[in-house]
């Protein structure tokens, strides 16, 4: 059986019953057994998966109504929440928290009758872009084991890149969906913010987040997205997108549509390999179309330090629950004082989130706020003014996903700040609240270049129409494993 | 010059659930950590879901204390770490980014003051510790999240109070408000929690924290006072800090924390977007509260003539002025007035006896009918007001059970009559050259039927046996 196949042809293979969802999903379970030791893509395996999967063949072969993923095989980023299920964010401090309710967006895939084959690593509590701060071990890109898949989603974007599964939800806050999916050579969406509801996914930096799904082609994308977005009244910030169906037009082309060359993500420090792949890519859409130019975005030179500072703060918060109370790892409570207790319980928290945390402590507080924190959130708003003054002149903005080239894993853990930088092409997305997507472009010596395009707010349909027109234009290699 | 601002913290316990998820906002019933849901006990990936209703009857109530309301609110999160608090932070409100809580500013008058209110906000309330053991050893923390997220409002006052007297009174209005809009019962136990700040002779602030109930705040305000005056009288420097109300012993405690250097890191709620409370929102809000306390006492004066005391005790409570409304026509008002004011009141002057009392509307109703056609006096009225209250029987009822009917039957009542005149002959007398003295016979009738005789008839046929 073919398991390289993308979610709308499993889809499309199950219904003429050319293959059943149990033989699939067990398929895709041996895959798993047999590689993922080499990739560590997942935390762990749902052993339930082919009994679901056997009960969606039941359906479909008593002809009763069957949901529109007919058994696929689903990865979820292990800081989304289902129920009776293990949710660890890979941190020891949430080692054995058991979520007693599903996510949104969980309860709709079960509703379109997804098998969710497994968790999926990440950084500790998304935070970090190479998964190395995942406190149970890194995982491994699967075009060349020694280099890092990207991250904070990399077990999302590995599980699809090797094909442990036929789609994978990831969260990006600040591009970890999008960088992932670019090392990886996978399609990679952060939608505009409040289209998919946060609830259950595990709050990071909860202002700027959002779940997204990675999948192996663009369509795939757009038949997640009619699935898992809309509003939701258990997330206040999300917003109606009246059943928008993003699968339908998706081929409408792009021709006449006007793009802008985001400057500030093509200038130096762009790795050269990148750059190049970007004016290949440009020239592809120009031939399809669309009219190119420069634009720019000037407050982008600030918007990582921005980033950072936004997030420590509301990661600070956000993370302040985790005292092990009410939940959490085995550590008695007895004989401690509570605020002794809580720190000694939160040296279970790995090191990029202490340094977070600690950060988040600091540069929202009372003396320093003012040099730190609400400087960050001017330079959000300025961000988000001049991001739409450029949505008048232009329908989409590009820009190479990550400036560099996938890395050795170990290569730059040790250089927090080097770390950060690589977000500078990612952040404004999340910044702004624009939808953007990765689109895995070509394969540089057997390292994978994604190519980034962005809309404006609720333009989600145009910019998968634009994603999949570009992808119209390549051909990619198959992932060597 | 004594200077004394209150933050009180009343729970909406009227509303259906908590602040921001389904669980229900009267968690007493509940037993401990039974009334919580992955929201309200703050479990990872869980999201705030906005009481709609409670941003309602918070604009209501700012509405009623004259605040200004915005026309977009925020809420912010209070950084810090409470075993009380799921989260680690509290959802509330603030006004140091731009006037975005619930309510502005406000005043209302107590007596003849003008009490000035800063804010109002719109916050979540934290669980509730229980401690088990002695504080010196084997002290145990428990926590019960039954309480987590109800909603609050907090009254934040100027400090415009002189005396603990103000205080009471400003308490009593508050009290009374709230009932009458609606949105809270202040007679719950912890319903109603306040902090009091105190400085007298412009010496420095002390923050009282953690006082229990209305009552004990005046108590409280009270025993502060007395002490920084202790001090003073001793030259002993008042020191700038925050005690608590013991409110076993009735005295405040200093708190020896360092709470007042907490930083909170308020920042942006993102949970939860900027709401938009339009013009016309506040219209129809304006328009669906409750007749206020004053423009009912105002009616029950001028319309009905009732006397400003009466009409003043009457409207101030929701539940006495409540059956009123139900029971009066413009005939019977006054007397169901009285009847409420002078008998109704004393009979069930607890929260527990007008918990258990039976008496509605009807019940008052027939009573002041009865008494204006003369089927009962006032005096057997009370006696029936007494059975009614206690069985919830109807009038006609309770009367025949006790007999209480006036005796209105001529020659049963003339028989009575005669044999006064003959028990009193002196008195007769005296009546026939002075009939400013037939009330003493009227009295010895009445005495005679135990109160029941039909007065009006009494003097009547005395009048004409005396011709």
Redesign the interface.
């Known amino acids: 059986m073919n398991l390289k196949i993308s979610a709308l042809e499993f889809v499309q293979q199950v219904q003429n019953g050319n293959i059943s969802a149990e033989d699939f999903v067990a398929k895709t379970l041996e895959r798993i057994q047999s590689i993922d030791d080499k990739l560590h893509a997942f935390l762990f395996v749902n052993e339930k998966a082919i009994d679901q999967a056997r009960d969606i063949d039941k359906k479909i072969k008593s002809g009763s109504k069957v949901g529109a993923c007919f058994g696929m095989p689903i990865s979820i980023k292990d800081n989304m929440c289902i129920k009776d299920s293990k949710t660890t964010c890979a941190s020891k401090m949430l080692e054995n928290f058991v979520a007693p309710y599903d996510a949104t967006v969980i309860t709709k895939l079960k509703e379109q009758d997804a098998v969710f084959v497994g968790k999926v690593n990440l950084d500790e509590f998304a935070m970090g872009l190479t998964t190395e701060f995942s406190a149970f071990g890194s995982s491994k890109n699967p075009w060349n084991t020694e280099y890092v898949p990207g991250g904070s989603s990399g077990g999302s974007a590995v599980s699809v890149s090797a094909f442990e599964c036929v789609a994978s939800l990831g969260s990006d806050t600040g591009g970890s969906v999008r960088n992932p999916a670019s090392f990886c050579s996978v399609v990679g969406y952060k939608p505009t913010y409040g289209l998919i509801s946060r609830y259950g996914l595990i709050s990071y930096s909860n202002s700027i987040e959002q779940i997204g799904p990675l999948t192996r082609t663009v369509k795939d994308t757009a038949f997640m997205l009619n699935i898992i977005s809309g509003l939701d009244p258990n997330d206040n910030t999300t917003i109606d997108n009246k059943n928008e169906d993003y699968l339908s037009g998706i081929d409408s082309g792009i021709e006449g549509k006007k793009i802008g060359i985001i400057q500030e993500m093509v200038g130096e420090g762009t790795d050269p390999t990148v750059l190049s792949a970007t004016k290949d890519a440009i020239s592809k859409l120009e031939n399809l179309g669309a009219t190119c130019e420069d634009v720019s975005l000037d407050m982008v030179k600030y918007s990582v330090a921005a980033y950072y500072t936004i997030t420590a703060t509301e990661a600070g918060s956000n993370l302040a629950r985790y005292d092990n109370l009410r939940y959490g790892y085995d550590f008695s409570v007895e004989g401690y004082e509570f605020n002794s207790y809580i720190a000694k319980a939160r040296r279970n928290f790995g090191p990029e989130v202490k340094r977070r945390m600690i950060i988040g402590g600091f540069v929202p507080s009372a003396g320093h706020a003012g040099k730190y924190f609400l400087k960050a959130i001017k330079v959000k708003s300025k961000l988000t003014r001049e991001i739409n003054e450029a949505f008048k002149k232009f329908d989409l903005l590009i820009a190479p996903t990550v400036p560099i080239l996938p890395f050795k894993i170990g290569e730059k853990i040790n250089d927090p700040v080097s770390l950060f930088l690589i977000d500078i092409n990612t952040v404004t997305a999340n910044l702004t609240g624009k939808p953007s997507i990765s689109v895995p472009f070509t394969i540089s010596n057997g390292l994978p270049i994604g190519i980034q395009l962005l809309a404006d707010s609720m333009n989600d349909k145009l910019l998968l129409q634009a994603a999949y027109a570009l992808e119209q234009t390549i051909t990619l290699q198959e992932v060597p494993i | 010059m004594t200077k004394i601002g209150l933050e009180i913290h009343c729970q909406l316990t009227n509303l259906k659930s908590k602040l921001f998820c389904s669980c229900k906002a009267n968690y007493r019933e509940f037993e401990i950590n039974e009334n919580i849901c992955?929201i309200c006990?703050?479990?990872?990936?869980?999201?705030?879901?906005?009481n709609q209703e409670a941003v309602k009857k918070a604009t209501m109530i700012a509405m009623a204390l004259n605040c200004t309301t915005p026309d977009k609110i925020a809420f912010f999160?209070k950084?810090y770490?409470?075993?009380d608090l799921?989260?680690?932070?509290q959802i509330t409100q603030l006004n140091i980014y731009g006037e975005t809580s619930i309510g502005g500013t406000g005043s209302i008058i107590v007596g003849d003051k003008k009490i000035r209110i800063t804010r109002i906000q719109l916050e979540e309330d934290p669980g509730r510790l229980i401690y088990e053991g002695s504080s010196s050893k084997n002290l145990i923390?428990l926590?019960d999240y039954n309480r987590a997220g109800t909603p609050l409002v907090e009254i934040v006052t100027e400090p415009d109070f002189e005396n603990p007297k103000q205080v009471r009174d400003f308490v009593n209005i508050l009290s009374d408000l709230l009932e009458n809009l609606e949105v809270s019962d202040p007679g719950l136990d912890g319903a109603m929690r306040s902090d009091a700040n105190v400085s007298i002779e412009g010496g420095n602030k002390v923050e009282i924290k953690n006082i229990g109930s209305f009552h004990d705040l005046e108590k409280a305000v009270h025993f502060e006072i007395t002490r920084q005056e202790s001090l003073n009288s001793r030259d002993i420097q008042i020191i700038q800090e925050t005690r608590h109300w013991d409110d076993k012993r009735k005295i405040t405690v200093s708190s020896r924390s360092k709470e007042e250097d907490l930083?909170y890191?308020?920042?942006?709620e993102?949970?939860?977007?900027w709401i938009i409370i339009d013009p016309k929102t506040k219209e129809n809000l304006k328009s669906n509260m409750p007749e206020s306390i004053s423009s009912k006492k105002e009616r029950y004066v001028s319309k009905y003539n009732i006397p400003t005391q009466v009409a003043t005790v009457l409207s101030s409570d929701k539940f006495y002025s409540d059956l009123f409304e139900e029971s009066h026509t413009e005939v019977t008002a006054k007397e169901i007035a009285n009847i409420i004011t002078t008998d109704l009141m004393g009979l069930i002057d607890t929260r527990e006896k007008r918990k258990e009392s039976k008496i509605t509307a009807t019940h008052l109703k027939d009573l002041a009918d009865s008494i204006q056609s003369g089927k009962i006096s006032r005096n057997s009225a009370k006696n029936a007001l007494y059975e009614i209250v206690k069985t919830g029987k109807n009038l006609s009822k309770v009367m025949s059970e006790l007999d209480l009917g006036n005796v209105s039957d001529e020659s049963e009542l003339l028989g009575i009559i005669k044999a006064v005149i003959f028990e009193e002959l002196k008195a007769v007398e005296e009546a026939k050259s002075n009939p400013q003295t037939i009330n003493y016979l009227v009295g010895k009738v009445m005495q005679k039927t135990k109160g029941k005789a039909d007065p009006k008839l009494t003097l009547d046929l005395l009048k004409k046996q005396l011709k």
């Open positions: 992955p006990m703050g479990l990872p990936g869980s999201l705030p879901r906005l999160r950084n770490f409470y075993p799921p989260k680690n932070f923390t926590v930083d890191r308020y920042f942006l993102g949970d939860i977007p």
